[in-house]
């Protein structure tokens, strides 16, 4: 199914699209895409990041080896397929030092974040810095993220929204092919950041996308599946706006 154009609707229509996925997303990854000692769940709050699905190390039993799951891949073997891959060292410290993480008492260990980005984290400045603020935080803290960005560029977001953290978190800017408006984004946390990005446009099948559990190994995670599932509770009202010929 082709990527929609999601500025058709409202963004409540969107919203309301977003749960749905976040539902679909949390159920693909803990039918076994995840090792078992791992689990997603959605709009869980953890401190001063409230990510759209979680992933969450449970105490550790057994041998707590990762790759006893099917699904998850090592990067040596096969690094994740996307359009680029930048990297960046970073001070930990200095990233450290602009904000505060409150974290959980639980022993349930935060692993990553999975955000797929809402008109209103773009609307203004206030949200896009709330935004970038919660990204460079969990980045800062060794969380992981995958950043799924279904709306164009902004005036806040020239580039779009990848190259908006990324200039935050290095001070260098990626361009963003003209082409290609949306973005797919996965951060590995660590002392070197790693993005792999993969630019996609409406009409665009979305390809799956990395989620890391650690530096070194990741499992895929089904997108284009999920978004299918999401899009058949959408009403036919705003299917047929979304589905529509493009204005010329």
């Not at 039918?31 to 869980?44: C, M, N």
């Not at 699905?53 to 799951?69: I, K, Q």
């Not at 001070?91 to 974290?103: C, G, P």
């Amino acid at each position: 199914m082709p990527v929609h154009d999601w500025t058709r609707v409202s963004a409540g229509i969107f919203h309301s699209f977003h749960l749905t996925w976040i539902g679909e997303l949390s159920k693909a990854l803990n039918s076994g895409l995840l090792p078992p000692d791992y689990y997603a769940l959605g709009e869980q709050l953890a401190g001063g990041i409230g990510p759209d699905v979680l992933t969450l190390h449970t105490p550790a039993e057994g041998n707590g080896d990762p790759t006893a799951a099917p699904g998850v891949i090592a990067v040596a073997s096969a690094p994740p397929r996307v359009h680029r891959t930048v990297r960046a060292e970073i001070d930990e410290y200095a990233l450290k030092q602009r904000t505060i993480v409150i974290r959980h008492s639980s022993n349930h260990r935060i692993v990553a974040l999975i955000e797929i980005v809402s008109p209103g984290n773009k609307s203004n400045r206030h949200g896009i810095r709330a935004f970038l603020a919660k990204a460079e935080s969990a980045l800062a803290y060794g969380i992981h993220l995958l950043i799924i960005d279904l709306f164009p560029p902004t005036p806040r977001d020239p580039q779009g929204i990848h190259s908006a953290l990324w200039e935050r978190l290095t001070g260098d800017r990626e361009e963003q092919p003209a082409d290609k408006r949306l973005t797919l984004a996965a951060y590995v946390a660590g002392a070197v950041k790693t993005a792999y990005v993969e630019p996609v446009a409406v009409g665009d099948v979305l390809p799956d996308k990395p989620s890391f559990l650690d530096p070194q190994e990741y499992v895929y995670v089904p997108l284009e599946a999920t978004y299918r599932a999401a899009y058949e509770g959408v009403p036919r009202f705003y299917r047929n706006i979304l589905e529509g010929p493009r204005p010329g």
